[in-house]
Each structure stands twice: as C-alpha cells, then as structure tokens.
C-alpha cells in the first residue's frame, strides 16, 4: 500500500501526522521536509529572546524522535522537485540523489515563504528574514554583540521581533508605509496604543517610509528610505510578510489562488492531494494561525482515516505576542460592512468591530481589556 | 500553586487562576486537568504536549 505523505516538517506536517496516529496507528505514512525535520514551534521564534532561549533550545523534539513517536518514516534534507498527480508519484531530491517516491495520498504542508521587498543596493542579501528554525539560529548568531536594528514591517511579526529585541536591550527601528503598527488588524485608536506602548519601551517608529536600498558601510548595514533618508544598522530583520507556497502546486496543475486552493475537507481539485496550513487557502481564507492549523490538521486526520471531515473555524482570535502591550484580536474577515467602535484609556483599549445591525463581528482588546477576550469571542460568528 | 507554560505557543496556566472560561476552576492542578483541554491560545490538545513547568 502507497503511503501517506506528508510534504513539510513545520507545525502543520508535524500535527496532522500526530492527529492521524491517534486514529490509525498502522496506514504507512511518511514525511518529506527540505529542512533537517527538527519539531519547533515557530510562535516562539519571534519571543525567543524573552524566553531566554537558544536556537538549540527551540527545538522540541528531533527528527529521529519524531519518527518513532509517530511511527512515520522521516526524510529531511529532501526537495520535491515534481509532482505528477496522475501517476501519483513525486520526484525528490536529497540526501540518496535523485528519486523517485510514489504516494497514496498527498499532503501538502509547504508553508509559506517570506516576501523580501524590490530594494537595491549591495547590502540586500545581509537583510535577514526569520521564517523557520534553521533562519532563526542565522538571526541569533548575527545579533551577537550588535546594538542599532531595524525591522521592515510594522505587522504581527514585526511588531513582536520588535519587543523583543527591544527588550533584551537593542536599539530598534521599525519601517513601515501604514501609520500605525499592525495596520491590517487593529483601528486607528488601537494602532496608535500600541504605537506608544512600544515606544515606551524605547522602539523608534519609521511610518509612512519604505527601504529602497541598503548598502553596506563597513561593518553596519545603511538604510536609505524611498524619501531619500538614511540611517546606519548593525543588522537589518525584513518582516514584510508570507506568500504561500504554490509553485509546485501550480506546476502539478492543481487551482492555486493566493494559496493553494482547498475545500472545507482540505482536498484539492485532486480526490487525493490536501493542503493545509500556511499554505492553504480554504474556502477562500487565508489563515496562518495557529488555532486554524490545528482545527483543519484535526479535520484532515479525519478524512485521511477514512471519514470526510469538513474543518469547522469558529472565531479563533489572535494572541499578539508584545508583553509592552498584550493584545488579543479577531478581525473582521475582509470586506466585511461595518464600523469599528474603540473605548481607549490610558491602560488599554477596547475595540469592537459591527456589521450593519449592531451585531459583533470582530474586536481588539489592549492592555487591561484583554480580559474580555473569552466573553467577546463567544458572540462572535464563526468563520466557516 | 504551579504555572505551565504551552510549549507551542508560550500561553501559561497558572493553577492558582485555573481556566474558568473553559470549565477548569481556579486552583485546579495541571495533572487534574482533562485530557480533553486545549490551550486556549493555540489549540493544541493536553495529551499532545508536556507544559513546561516554570
């Protein structure tokens, strides 16, 4: 019998391969990851510092271990080159050469890559992105001993990095267009809470500017924005973004949008090829969380040992990791008609998003309001 | 009283605050805790992961 495999070693591949075996300890499964399969978690990443952790001390089980907990045939260092859906068959590159591997069925857990901005300038490839395990350990060792850092991107990631750099006491900057941190997911009120909060804290905003090149200067790195400013860095993080992982999917002729196109049971246009996680776009949602991870990595388990198990997605707000301000938020999904009404104090703010009959249809809740959290999110929708 | 801490998400279970938003009374130890129990951040199911004590 073919196996199940499972391309990725990140959160979803990882969680979807330990929510089969507690249905069937005995389908042949086995996992593919171009990385050296070590299990960690990447929300800790962007807190690591706080955490007083090492890259080293990230990881929370090795591969090796993983695979005889889960009973999973483990292949890290292996690249799928190709997929022919057809033929069921994958051409992989690693560790043995070129091979070849035939599956039952597929599962796609590809994540998604950082977007790195059009900026000039011979001091680019200096600019790091922190998007697995192996980046992160590239990141701490860089960091030693540096002081003046700048962060691309005021968003989720950003804004944590940001914090915690900021407290194990580095200089940080950070650049952004919006006007306010985490443009996408708190109001105009909430936005400028969190831009004091973090300020306090000796982070130095840069709004409404763009890196266009950066250059080397020595041993520094020289920003210098679209509107002609420039400043010197030690190191440089870019946090603009993720972009799934489509291209092979897209290759193997499979529908792709802004993420790999999936149903509410995770299957692709192909009855035996699933997709799930950062890669994912279910039902149109683009969701790289965690609480969508495991809901859809429960419901794909399902459906793997034999049950069609559409994912559920109630309202699963999102944890901001910035101690300088903690915040909770469940965003209304995009497009959706309404008006955000914020209550902001000196101690948090709290922020409620509603549609046209008053009903709640999203909320940000910072500082002491973050409290509400579980009351707010039982009147909320669910998403799908 | 204990605190936990997810390892996959850094959410902390203090036992002397249980969770009493998803049935778990406050003062109610980790090990007493059902096995049913999510973290409430991250979704990640008790059996799956040892919380860190800290």
């Given at each position: 019998m073919?196996?199940i495999?499972?391309?990725g070693?990140?959160?979803?591949?990882?969680?979807?391969a330990?929510?089969?075996?507690?249905?069937d300890?005995?389908?042949p499964?086995?996992?593919?990851?171009?990385?050296?399969?070590?299990?960690?978690?990447?929300?800790?990443?962007?807190?690591?510092?706080?955490?007083?952790k090492?890259?080293?001390s990230?990881?929370?089980?090795?591969?090796?271990?993983?695979?005889?907990q889960?009973?999973?045939?483990?292949?890290?260092?292996?690249?799928?080159?190709?997929?022919?859906a057809?033929?069921?068959?994958?051409?992989?590159?690693?560790?043995?050469?070129?091979?070849?591997?035939?599956?039952?069925?597929?599962?796609?857990?590809?994540?998604?890559?950082?977007?790195?901005?059009?900026i000039?300038?011979?001091?680019?490839?200096?600019?790091?992105?922190?998007?697995d395990?192996?980046?992160?350990?590239?990141?701490?060792?860089?960091?030693e001993?540096?002081?003046?850092?700048?962060?691309?991107?005021?968003?989720?990631?950003?804004c944590?990095f940001?914090?915690?750099l900021?407290?194990?006491?580095?200089?940080?900057?950070?650049?952004?267009?919006?006007p306010?941190?985490?443009?996408r997911?708190?109001?105009?009120?909430?936005?400028?809470?969190?831009?004091?909060?973090?300020?306090?804290?000796?982070i130095?905003?840069?709004?409404?500017?763009?890196?266009?090149?950066?250059?080397?200067?020595?041993?520094?790195?020289?920003?210098?924005?679209?509107?002609?400013?420039?400043?010197s860095?030690?190191?440089?993080?870019?946090?603009?973004?993720?972009?799934?992982?489509?291209a092979?999917?897209?290759?193997?002729?499979?529908?792709?949008?802004?993420?790999?196109?999936?149903?509410?049971?995770?299957?692709?246009?192909?009855?035996?090829?699933?997709?799930?996680?950062?890669?994912?776009?279910?039902?149109?949602l683009?969701?790289p969380?965690?609480?969508?991870?495991?809901?859809s990595?429960?419901a794909?388990?399902?459906?793997?040992?034999?049950?069609?198990?559409?994912?559920?997605?109630?309202?699963?707000?999102v944890?901001?990791?910035?101690p300088?301000?903690?915040?909770?938020?469940?965003?209304?999904?995009?497009?959706?008609?309404?008006?955000?009404?914020?209550?902001?104090?000196?101690?948090?703010?709290?922020?409620?998003?509603?549609?046209?009959?008053?009903?709640?249809?999203?909320?940000?809740?910072?500082?002491?309001a973050?409290?509400?959290?579980?009351?707010l999110?039982?009147?909320?929708?669910?998403?799908? | 009283?204990?605190t936990?801490?997810?390892v996959v998400?850094?959410?902390?279970?203090d036992e002397?605050?249980?969770?009493?938003?998803h049935?778990?009374p406050?003062?109610?130890a980790?090990?007493?805790?059902?096995?049913?129990?999510?973290?409430?951040?991250?979704?990640?199911?008790?059996a799956d992961?040892e919380?860190?004590?800290?």
């Amino acid at each position: 019998m073919n196996p199940i495999v499972i391309i990725g070693g990140g959160l979803a591949g990882y969680t979807v391969a330990r929510e089969l075996r507690k249905l069937d300890k005995s389908v042949p499964l086995t996992m593919l990851m171009a990385d050296d399969g070590a299990f960690y978690s990447k929300p800790m990443l962007s807190n690591g510092l706080a955490q007083n952790k090492t890259a080293a001390s990230l990881i929370l089980s090795s591969a090796e271990k993983m695979a005889s907990q889960l009973l999973t045939e483990i292949r890290p260092h292996t690249r799928v080159k190709a997929m022919d859906a057809a033929a069921h068959r994958l051409e992989l590159e690693g560790p043995e050469g070129s091979t070849s591997l035939e599956y039952g069925r597929l599962v796609l857990a590809l994540g998604a890559d950082p977007i790195r901005l059009p900026i000039a300038g011979d001091g680019v490839d200096a600019v790091l992105s922190v998007n697995d395990h192996a980046d992160y350990g590239v990141f701490r060792e860089a960091l030693e001993g540096k002081q003046q850092v700048a962060i691309l991107g005021a968003g989720l990631i950003g804004c944590e990095f940001a914090n915690d750099l900021a407290g194990a006491g580095h200089e940080v900057t950070v650049y952004d267009l919006a006007p306010q941190p985490l443009g996408r997911l708190l109001p105009t009120g909430a936005g400028q809470f969190m831009a004091n909060a973090l300020a306090a804290k000796g982070i130095a905003w840069r709004f409404g500017q763009s890196a266009s090149q950066v250059q080397k200067d020595g041993p520094c790195l020289r920003l210098t924005t679209v509107n002609g400013q420039s400043e010197s860095f030690d190191l440089i993080l870019s946090a603009v973004g993720l972009k799934p992982r489509i291209a092979l999917a897209q290759a193997a002729g499979l529908k792709t949008n802004r993420g790999i196109v999936v149903d509410r049971c995770l299957r692709t246009g192909d009855p035996d090829i699933f997709a799930l996680g950062d890669c994912a776009e279910v039902e149109g949602l683009l969701l790289p969380f965690v609480l969508p991870l495991m809901a859809s990595a429960r419901a794909l388990a399902a459906t793997l040992s034999g049950t069609d198990t559409p994912v559920s997605y109630p309202a699963m707000p999102v944890v901001v990791k910035t101690p300088a301000c903690p915040a909770v938020v469940s965003p209304p999904p995009m497009g959706t008609a309404g008006e955000w009404q914020e209550t902001v104090t000196s101690s948090g703010v709290r922020a409620l998003f509603e549609g046209q009959e008053g009903e709640l249809l999203g909320f940000a809740l910072l500082g002491d309001a973050v409290g509400e959290k579980q009351a707010l999110t039982a009147k909320l929708p669910a998403w799908l | 009283m204990k605190t936990y801490q997810c390892v996959v998400c850094g959410f902390i279970y203090d036992e002397a605050i249980g969770d009493p938003e998803h049935g778990i009374p406050a003062g109610t130890a980790w090990a007493d805790i059902p096995d049913s129990w999510s973290c409430p951040d991250c979704g990640v199911a008790k059996a799956d992961f040892e919380m860190v004590e800290i």
